[in-house]
């Protein structure tokens, strides 16, 4: 059968009935190691469990599909998605990233990868002529975050990857902010896709993940030699957490969006918040490539606090139902303060992280109850 609907998809792709009892769930496969019918003949195309297994398997072919990719690797967690993408450069390449990509990023590109000869460079890579003064006669590949973490820049996919391919370079979009549900980066020409599937995909707080969606054939050969060799892949039940997480994506990131949407009218008004930072604000730089490339503007809102830090640190810990903690994109919402938190490994460094600024993901709570909850918040910052 024939899958268009996105939905559809999210809930039918990889997860066929169990063919010998008819489950409707997959059965979850704990095993590691799987029988050969002779030496080096498999059964079903697993031997060992770091190499393949079918929970994961599944869970590759659905996220995926929702990419509409024809390959997809899951991985151990986004950063172990991103250092498989970065070990395809070779040792003397150089990479462009986001001036303010996730610190997580940051800190394995600064402190890892460079440490083994690879150069890197930090700009706007939504300023061409920035991306331009950057650009070496090694750059092998420009890394988009859209929209960033925290700041919520917003990067055009399509004038980017573009810009990439024409110097013989790959793009890579980081589309953990937006999810597939809102942003399809392969579609506008990128030519790697990576999730932090413990946010949005995964949506509930209770998984570890990363994954890699592509379409070219020799890419994907080394990177599934890669997950394979070096072995930072997820196991059966985080898989499986994330099959089932996977499946609401669709109405979940509606109500993420109406939730954000009207938080983002409040902070608008309050005496207290300097500057909002959301793609769907008319006013915001990257509004219209929002508008163009995004189905929505996504659950997750950036703002300033008038009195800098410590007023921020106030509202950030005054908080009841936005609960003072990392990550983002599950179903409780949730507030930090990124110079402090996400993103310290960044300070001091040219992606330093305003002080004055706090991160929030809106959750799919009742909206009256968040609003007036910030509200309240804000209202101690004074």
């Given at each position: 059968?024939?899958?268009?609907?996105?939905?559809?998809?999210?809930?039918?792709?990889?997860?066929?009935?169990?063919?010998?009892?008819?489950?409707?769930?997959?059965?979850?496969?704990?095993?590691?190691?799987?029988?050969?019918?002779?030496?080096?003949?498999?059964?079903?195309?697993?031997?060992?469990?770091?190499?393949?297994?079918?929970?994961?398997?599944?869970?590759?072919?659905?996220?995926?599909?929702?990419?509409?990719?024809?390959?997809?690797?899951?991985?151990?967690?986004?950063?172990?998605?991103?250092?498989?993408?970065?070990?395809?450069?070779?040792?003397?390449?150089?990479?462009?990233?986001?001036?303010?990509?996730?610190?997580?990023?940051?800190?394995?590109?600064?402190?890892?990868?460079?440490?083994?000869?690879?150069?890197?460079?930090?700009?706007?890579?939504?300023?061409?002529?920035?991306?331009?003064?950057?650009?070496?006669?090694?750059?092998?590949?420009?890394?988009?975050?859209?929209?960033?973490?925290?700041?919520?820049?917003?990067?055009?996919?399509?004038?980017?990857?573009?810009?990439?391919?024409?110097?013989?370079?790959?793009?890579?979009?980081?589309?953990?902010?937006?999810?597939?549900?809102?942003?399809?980066?392969?579609?506008?020409?990128?030519?790697?896709?990576?999730?932090?599937?413990?946010?949005?995909?995964?949506?509930?707080?209770?998984?570890?993940?990363?994954?890699?969606?592509?379409?070219?054939?020799?890419?994907?050969?080394?990177?599934?030699?890669?997950?394979n060799a070096v072995g930072a892949v997820p196991g059966p039940m985080d898989c499986y957490l994330t099959l089932r997480g996977v499946k609401t994506l669709a109405v979940r990131m509606e109500r993420h969006c109406d939730n954000a949407e009207a938080i983002v009218v409040m902070l608008s008004d309050h005496p207290a918040v300097e500057t909002v930072l959301y793609p769907g604000l008319a006013t915001h730089p990257g509004h219209d490539v929002a508008t163009k490339q995004m189905r929505r503007y996504g659950g997750m809102v950036s703002f300033t606090v008038r009195g800098g830090e410590e007023a921020a640190l106030r509202v950030a810990q005054s908080t009841k139902l936005f609960t003072l903690g990392e990550s983002l994109g599950a179903v409780e919402s949730l507030i930090e303060h990124p110079a402090r938190m996400t993103h310290a490994s960044a300070a001091n460094s040219p992606l330093e992280v305003d002080p004055a600024l706090l991160r929030i993901s809106v959750g799919i709570e009742t909206v009256d109850d968040l609003v007036a909850d910030l509200r309240s918040a804000l209202d101690t910052a004074g």
């Open positions: 059968m024939t899958m268009s609907g996105f939905e559809t998809k999210a809930i039918h792709a990889g997860q066929e009935p169990d063919p010998t009892t008819g489950a409707v769930v997959p059965p979850i496969s704990i095993s590691t190691t799987f029988v050969q019918d002779k030496v080096g003949v498999l059964r079903a195309s697993y031997d060992y469990a770091r190499s393949g297994n079918p929970t994961r398997t599944a869970l590759e072919t659905q996220i995926a599909a929702l990419e509409d990719a024809k390959h997809g690797y899951s991985f151990a967690s986004g950063l172990a998605a991103e250092d498989c993408i970065l070990r395809l450069l070779e040792p003397d390449s150089h990479l462009v990233i986001p001036h303010d990509a996730y610190g997580g990023t940051f800190r394995l590109v600064d402190k890892v990868h460079a440490r083994q000869a690879m150069a890197y460079t930090a700009v706007d890579v939504h300023d061409l002529d920035a991306l331009a003064a950057a650009w070496q006669d090694n750059t092998r590949m420009v890394w988009v975050e859209t929209p960033t973490n925290p700041t919520l820049s917003v990067v055009d996919i399509e004038t980017v990857a573009a810009f990439a391919h024409a110097r013989n370079a790959l793009c890579v979009v980081d589309n953990t902010f937006a999810s597939p549900y809102l942003q399809q980066p392969m579609a506008l020409g990128a030519d790697m896709v990576i999730h932090a599937v413990t946010k949005y995909l995964g949506g509930h707080s209770d998984v570890i993940g990363g994954f890699v969606a592509l379409d070219n054939d020799d890419i994907a050969e080394r990177i599934g030699f890669l997950q």
